[in-house]
DNA sequence: CTAAAAACGTTTGACGACAAACAAAAGCCG
DNA sequence: CGGCTTTTGTTTGTCGTCAAACGTTTTTAG
């Protein structure tokens, strides 16, 4: 007697969010073990791009566009930091600020990081069409471009 | 001067990935907002539908539909029977296994819940039309349908 | 039937995330 | 200018999650 996976999903049936959460745990996983020799976090590759991308932006700047609370971000900065990939430089304009750059050693790393990264985007993604995976990242945008009423 | 958000996502910019995490975090942002009078998360209402739909379910049957840990579960539903929504029952046929099933309240606050749930659903994905929705539903389970080459 | 292997629920430890409180600096406004 | 308010980075506390180890029970092999 093993009455394997087959569960009703009941209401989570119809629920996008529900659909969301999954994809949003199979991507995480395959992420982490693909990336898992470099020690990078979704997070904290996200931060590194973010980084390059924008040299001497602030941790308020970098916090918001990666949505991730200020606080979070310091622990994360000092491991990067401690790994020689990331640098704080004071702001000479804001001293209340800290400008990001990234180490030599960090482009280094990221440029690794991003093959694996480009890689793993194939394995999850590369099931769907190129118009199926076009179409997917539009409706994610729109989901999280938010302006909704938000009056609760 | 004040630079505002306009930073470049550079490597970002063409990941699908970033995007459905931006999307799971606004995802549980108005989830946890909407439901914070009744103290349940998106993972708590998992829980409670899937013990609903399949009542008698054993914790490691939920665990994996759910994709949550086991030993995560368990403080799940320390919390859960102590609100007197859930209970462990012991399962007769196997003296390892809890049956899991709903109490009256349970199924009188999962009621309301999902009221809740079904607006939070309408607030996120209403700006989408009917056939986008289903769009992205199908595209999401097509991304969490794992059965890629696990050669790694 | 019996010994080894696997499954189940639990405990403990680690880690990433948020929220609240704080000090220092910058901005605002009389 | 001079005081209040806001912003920034940090610290501390809490929570949700996974992973590893453990005891009990079931399943599997020989």
Redo the contacts with the bound molecule.
């Keep these: ?2 009455s394997k996976h087959p569960l009703s999903l009941g209401f989570l049936e119809g629920l996008i969010g529900f659909r969301l959460r999954l994809a949003q ?1 199979s991507l995480f996983e395959d992420f982490e073990r693909a990336l898992r020799p470099f020690d990078i ?4 590759f996200g931060a590194l791009v973010l980084i390059e991308a924008n040299s001497g932006l ?4 970098l ?1 918001k566009t990666i ?13 990067l930091e401690g790994k020689g990939l990331v640098k ?1 430089r004071p ?1 000479p ?6 400008e990001l750059v990234l180490t030599d050693e960090g482009r280094k790393l990221l440029a690794k990081a991003k093959r694996r990264v480009q890689e793993h985007e194939k394995r999850l993604f590369g099931k769907l069409s190129a118009s199926d995976r076009a179409e997917l990242k539009r409706l994610l945008e729109a989901v999280s471009a938010k302006k909704y009423n938000n009056t609760l």
């Design positions: 007697m093993r745990i976090t979704p997070t904290r602030s941790q308020m700047q916090a949505r991730l609370d200020r606080s979070t971000l310091v622990a994360l900065l000092d491991h704080r702001s304009t804001d001293k209340r600020t800290n």
